[in-house]
């Protein structure tokens, strides 16, 4: 009996020690991507909400030249929107709707692409350029007001953290956090009562939505 027992404590050992150590698993070489994407952004801004397009064009493993053009109202930070009994919305001494419309070109550079998996891929991107600004007089109703619209110009661009996600080939999916940053040359923009701003700054999260090719 004792020695069946000890036969049977031994024998698990014995396979253990008969087993062969396996090779490492190679490593999983990385996604190569399309070159080139274009697409869509949608903003949700301090402003209110925005729409744009881009286009980006991969320049090596880790850097991607893009271009990209948006448009969203900005506003004087210094602005309070009441709404009154009737679902209306004021804003007390407003004069003008101020629409941004930037045209930036930049540098999008990818964080970590050794470390972390290609289904989620953040970047910085920094981007200058262009920006027409148009202002609209705030006391006449909001498509009709773009009758009298105002141009003013402006030099500025955006600073950003975000990711592209997934490892789709044809299509591209990302969230973008940017900083903008615009100096308007001449007076200013006026939105408020004799309150013009030169240069002013807002946070949008960006939506990226598009294909690759």
Known sequence: MKVIITILLLLPFGFISAQKIGEMAPEKAPEVFPDNAWGMDIMFGEGGFGLGTFYRRQLSGTFTGFVDFSMSETKDEREVTYIDYFGNTYSPNKVNR?????????IQYRLF?????DNFRPYINLGVGPTLILTTPYDTEFFTAFKFAHANYAVGGYIGFGTNIGTSKSNLVGLNVRYY?????????ENLQDNFRKQFGQLAITLNIGIQY
């Open 181 to 189: 940053y615009s100096y308007v040359f001449g007076p200013g923009i």
């Open 113 to 117: 692409p050794e470390s972390l998996m």
């Open 98 to 106: 101020a629409f941004q419309l930037p045209v930036t070109f930049g």
